[in-house]
């Protein structure tokens, strides 16, 4: 992934499923990914988040320099709201 901006959306996406599911296992790994994928490829540490009614904020950190970006709630919820819409198709196995 090219841009840190495109990986931290992709976190962001995966950790709000994986913090709703903790016992995807799918959700999980995919989660150490992108975790993994930050830090090595971007450098990027100290990754937190914030929510509102409209925008999430991701604060995070770069070779010591602070750096923010914002995600429309909608755009990140989309994925957990179409697994809680249909389960069934989400099912979580076993490893």
Do not use: C
Request: hydrophobic share 40%; no cysteine.
């Amino acid at each position: 992934m090219k841009s840190v901006q495109d990986a931290i959306y992709n976190w962001l996406t995966i950790k709000v499923v994986a913090d709703a599911r903790p016992d995807d296992h799918a959700a999980q790994e995919t989660l150490a990914f992108f975790d993994l994928l930050l830090k090595e490829d971007h450098g990027v540490e100290s990754l937190t988040f914030t929510k509102d009614d409209v925008m999430y904020l991701v604060t995070y950190v770069v070779h010591g320099e602070a750096k923010a970006a914002r995600f429309p709630v909608e755009l990140i919820d989309v994925m957990y709201e179409q697994i809680e819409r249909e389960p069934h198709k989400y099912v979580n196995y076993s490893e």
